[in-house]
């Protein structure tokens, strides 16, 4: 009975103690961020910009390109969850990360090994009657030896008792490192999202330029055909036929270059959507420059950063990870114990090996006692926490960083919807001033010099106010992708089974 008691105490102890884990316990991170606004900028104030949009702070929407409202252009975002290669890239990482996991936490399961063998053993005539040493030793001989067949098989299994934790902070920084996969394709997504508008955009916008090159080629063909019937009437030069030819020749130097970018931007797009070169050039052919208008922009608080951006949230399952991993370096200075036990059979013939007499048995623990290690332990230990240190750091600079583009992306968004809205202002004046010149010329009362240097001058307004319209969406583009949105849980969660090549193309889903 006391016996009895003894054991049952020892295994409550046991089981006590598996329950115990070292290291230290990992503590979220405070991010630093402010909790009401951006601060530090006069630019970045949530007031209204000009053009009656407004920076609010209300949570981010998740499918925000269709702030656009841009047709072409949520048809593409709808395609990007399933169809890009970093996408997919990042969801095949995730899945050896979950598969990585999945190993560290079998040691937390007893192992077991069956094992069958057969010998044929038939000895020498040496080995039979003994060597002549043996002989002159005394020792006794065998004097026949027959050759003997012998059967074995049996069961093995071996638990290493996790009374410190070693394998518990293993699963916690497997799980962690899990979770920094998950951020990290959250974060492709959003980074291809924001790619896949950038580049759509910057082809609209290039398109637009091709469309204001068309239109002055236009207006100075008509000033080239006034100039040659001036000449013809006798009331002016062959200079400003020239002039008026050589500023034709001019814009329509810039066509081909515009053209080539729209081939390139076009071949980007299908790229990002891994699709072959000229496979979008149907549906992108044609289309309208993307102005964004939005009356109120949901730009959410600083604080939101911390959970909307993956990046930080990736970072701060490394710094996890991190954290459980000094744990593990702890437990390697406990001992460690292990139960162990066989079950076998032997028998020199097969009929005989099931049977009760055959049976062979060993049970009972190790235990494994660290005494000399040569400082590995004390040096993996240190290891382990200066990496702690370098992850927390890290931690931080993301944080930082995602700060820093925020009210970057704040402050050149405002500007440049000021710049816009000169820019627009210059162009109806120069528009009236081309108007009056060429009436004044017509007259013969202004020179040719000054139509022609107000057609140059417009021109070039006109494919600034473009360029900065396209720079518009741009940095709103940026702005999102610096606020974290756009990802969500649409995407796949298993890897592709075979080549991506020999795959057909899934059905796009919509975002939530």
Not at 219 to 237: F, H
Request: hydrophobic share 40%.
């Amino acid at each position: 009975m006391g016996q009895n008691l003894h054991a049952v105490a020892a295994i409550s102890v046991m089981f006590a103690l598996a329950g115990c884990t070292v290291g230290p316990d990992f503590v979220r991170p405070d991010p630093g961020l402010p909790k009401r606004w951006f601060a530090g900028s006069a630019a970045a104030a949530p007031v209204a910009f000009e053009g009656s949009s407004a920076t609010v702070p209300e949570p981010v929407d998740p499918a925000w390109w269709q702030a656009f409202r841009d047709a072409t252009l949520t048809s593409l975002m709808r395609r990007v969850a399933d169809a890009n290669l970093d996408v997919k890239t990042a969801t095949v990482r995730l899945a050896e990360s979950r598969f990585q996991r999945a190993a560290v936490a079998s040691a937390q399961l007893p192992g077991l090994n069956g094992s069958a063998r057969y010998q044929h053993q038939n000895l020498s005539d040496v080995s039979a009657r003994g060597s002549l040493i043996d002989g002159l030793l005394g020792s006794p001989s065998i004097s026949s030896a027959k050759p003997a067949d012998l059967f074995t098989g049996g069961f093995d299994a071996s638990w290493e008792l996790d009374l410190w934790g070693h394998v518990r902070r293993q699963v916690e920084a497997a799980d962690a490192q899990v979770q920094s996969f998950e951020e990290q394709r959250r974060d492709a997504l959003v980074s291809s999202l924001a790619e896949v508008a950038r580049d759509y955009i910057q082809l609209r916008g290039t398109q637009t330029q091709i469309r204001i090159a068309n239109h002055n080629l236009k207006i100075q063909q008509d000033i080239l055909q006034l100039t040659q019937t001036r000449q013809q009437k006798g009331l002016t030069t062959s200079l400003d036929v020239e002039n008026a030819a050589a500023q034709v020749e001019a814009i329509r130097a810039q066509l081909p270059g515009l053209q080539q970018q729209e081939a390139q931007q076009t071949n980007a797009v299908s790229f990002l959507l891994d699709l072959p070169p000229d496979a979008l050039r149907g549906e992108l052919a044609t289309g309208k420059q993307v102005v964004p208008m939005p009356a109120r922009f949901p730009a959410g608080i600083p604080s939101d950063l911390a959970r909307r951006r993956p990046d930080i949230r990736a970072a701060e399952a490394q710094l996890h990870a991190a954290t459980a991993d000094i744990g593990v370096a702890v437990a390697e200075f406990y001992p460690s114990i292990q139960l162990n036990g066989s079950v076998g059979f032997d028998a020199l013939k097969v009929g005989s090996l099931l049977t009760a007499r055959a049976i062979t048995t060993n049970l009972g623990p190790s235990i494994s006692i660290p005494v000399f290690q040569g400082g590995r332990l004390k040096a993996t230990l240190e290891l382990r926490k200066a990496q702690q240190v370098e992850a927390a750091i890290a931690y931080h600079r993301t944080v930082l960083r995602a700060w820093h583009e925020v009210v970057d992306a704040l402050i050149a968004y405002r500007t440049e919807r000021q710049r816009r809205a000169r820019l627009a202002r210059q162009v109806e004046h120069l528009r009236q001033a081309l108007s009056l010149a060429r009436e004044r010329y017509n007259d013969g009362v202004t020179e040719f010099t000054t139509v022609l240097d107000t057609a140059r001058t417009l021109l070039q307004a006109e494919q600034d106010h473009a360029q900065s319209t396209t720079n518009i969406s741009i940095d709103l583009v940026q702005l999102y992708k610096a606020l974290g949105g756009g990802w969500e849980l649409t995407y796949p969660n298993a890897p592709p089974e075979q080549p991506i090549s020999s795959q057909r193309p899934s059905k796009a889903r919509k975002p939530t």
